[in-house]
């Protein structure tokens, strides 16, 4: 028989270098790493940032309206209330009186009702810890004054001529000149017990048809 040769090893294909996985490269055979994120399985929920709730939003923002809301509003009634404070100094300031009607509240706390047909009415208020002052003059007719006197609680005969029942020093707080010369003034002061207010009056009798009536209301709340 005749012998044959053994086999002998093939040699082995060398790698093609533009190949980048070289014989063997277990990119081949073995799996990519499993996909990121959340799976079917469980295990993968793990890496989920916690949810926040949206009404825990929502109660926030209530809370801070029901804070800042009450807050604006207390700000705007204080600049407000500076304002309107500062308006009525700079009236004050400038002229004394103010030409209008007093309120029908103020005329019942300082007791003074004024005729319904008077004109050139003007009043100035002055407020303290112990007194409170109503200054008011107006110009009506006789008949209206008697029926003014009557209504404070005197009468005309009270009055006495040449005589100022509004004192120099109030007088001057509203820069009223009771002592002119050529006017006829007639004045007196009506004294309340208790609570009512004092009421010094002051008329201005030059005009005999339309005497100005000055006066001043002293109240002790």
């Known amino acids: ?17 533009a190949d980048p996985a070289g014989p063997g490269d277990p990119a081949d055979s073995a799996e990519g790493p499993p996909p990121s994120g ?7 929920g793990g890496d989920r940032p916690p ?18 809301i009450p ?6 009634s204080a600049i407000q209330s500076r304002d309107s404070g500062i308006q009525k ?20 706390v300082y007791d003074v009702w004024i005729p319904y047909e008077s004109s050139r009415v003007a009043y100035y208020e002055t407020n303290s ?6 200054y008011l003059q107006f110009r009506t007719s006789p ?18 001529a040449g005589r100022s029942g509004v004192s120099e020093e109030r007088a001057a707080t509203v820069g009223w000149k009771l002592h002119e010369a050529g006017h006829r003034y007639a004045g007196t002061v009506h004294r309340q017990a208790g609570t009512q207010p ?10 005999k048809n339309r005497p100005q009536v000055y006066v001043v209301s002293t109240a002790h709340p």
Not at 129 to 134: E, F, P, V, Y
Not at 198 to 207: K, L
Request: glycine share 8%; charged share 25%; net charge positive.
């Open 198 to 207: 004092d009421v010094a009056i002051t008329v201005d009798e030059t005009y």
């Open 71 to 76: 807050f604006g509003y207390l700000v705007r």
């Open 143 to 160: 008949e209206h004054l008697d029926q003014f006197l009557r209504d404070v609680g005197t009468s005309p005969s009270a009055l006495h």
């Open 89 to 108: 100094q700079r009236a004050a300031a400038a002229t004394g009186l103010t030409y209008e009607w007093p309120t029908k509240v103020q005329r019942h």
């Open 51 to 68: 949810h926040r709730p949206r009404h825990r939003v929502l109660v926030l923002v209530i809370v801070v309206l029901l804070i800042a």
């Open 38 to 44: 959340p799976t079917g399985g469980g295990g993968g």
């Open 1 to 17: 028989m005749t012998a044959t040769a053994p086999d002998r090893p093939r040699p082995e294909k060398p790698a093609d270098p």
């Open 129 to 134: 810890w112990k007194t409170d002052r109503l």
